[in-house]
């Protein structure tokens, strides 16, 4: 969902992990999928948001919201137009400098072992049926899973939950974080969705995050900005993310 919006220029909302229902969906890897939307604004999203849920308090304001950027582990993977637009909106939006856990470290990593653990076993129908017939990358991914010990998956779950255990409190003050949207531009071509660096871990974490744009790349694509929130502060993250809309449109 974020990276998407991000190279497309829309805002996107990816959800507390469940929040929307997933039926009806090919499963990748259960324990990370998120059903999201896009939206001209985050108005709009939280509107969407709001009729699929019956839920309706996900279009309030905030005033002045305390926003940390964070720079996350992977920040040498952003590239420097990226890195460049977001220190500019970090000044813009008066964001403090914000420090992930050290026990975080190592996330991306759990993810890369859960997504492809569950992902084979997801696949294994068609992986085990028509072989022949899946992407090479795709059955490079699925042969990798099979290949995975489960106690090497176990121990990516355990690293997992225990950071979502403490998710609120690394919080600290802040109501939400920023980071980059994307590492940078769309890239060219079809054969690649870009990368996921700096999507990965806020999807394992279940955080709800918002994409919103904030400016364009050398080449004249989009950037988009990412805002992320505590589990199950979908209506706060949201709040948050009108209020940074806002303010960069004002630039």
């Not at 279009?59 to 977001?86: D, H, K, N, Y």
Request: glycine share 10%; aromatic share 8%; proline share 6%.
């Amino acid at each position: 969902m974020i990276r998407p919006a991000s190279y497309c220029g829309v805002v996107a909302c990816k959800p507390t992990y469940n929040l929307l229902p997933r039926a009806g969906v090919h499963p990748n890897a259960d324990s990370l999928d998120t059903v999201g939307v896009y939206g001209r604004s985050v108005e709009d999203v939280a509107f969407f948001l709001e009729a699929l849920t019956r839920r309706n308090d996900l279009q309030g304001s905030l005033e002045r919201p305390r926003i940390g950027a964070c720079r996350t582990f992977e920040w040498e993977l952003v590239e420097p137009p990226m890195a460049a637009a977001f220190e500019a909106a970090a000044r813009k939006l008066d964001a403090a400098r914000f420090h992930l856990p050290d026990s975080w470290r190592g996330l991306r990593e759990s993810q890369a072992i859960i997504i492809r653990y569950e992902g084979a076993r997801s696949l294994a129908d068609e992986y085990r049926r028509f072989p022949d017939l899946l992407d090479p990358g795709l059955h490079r991914r699925c042969e990798e899973g099979y290949a995975t010990d489960v106690r090497q998956y176990q121990d990516a779950l355990s690293h997992a939950a225990g950071c979502r255990h403490g998710l609120a409190e690394a919080f600290g003050g802040c109501d939400v974080l920023i980071a980059p949207a994307a590492t940078g531009e769309a890239p060219k071509g079809l054969g690649s969705t870009g990368n996921v660096a700096m999507n990965v871990v806020w999807t394992l974490l279940h955080a709800p995050c918002v994409s919103v744009p904030m400016g364009r790349g050398p080449s004249g694509l989009p950037l988009g900005l990412q805002v992320i929130g505590r589990i199950g502060e979908d209506a706060r993250t949201l709040a948050c993310a009108r209020w940074i809309e806002e303010r960069l449109k004002a630039q």
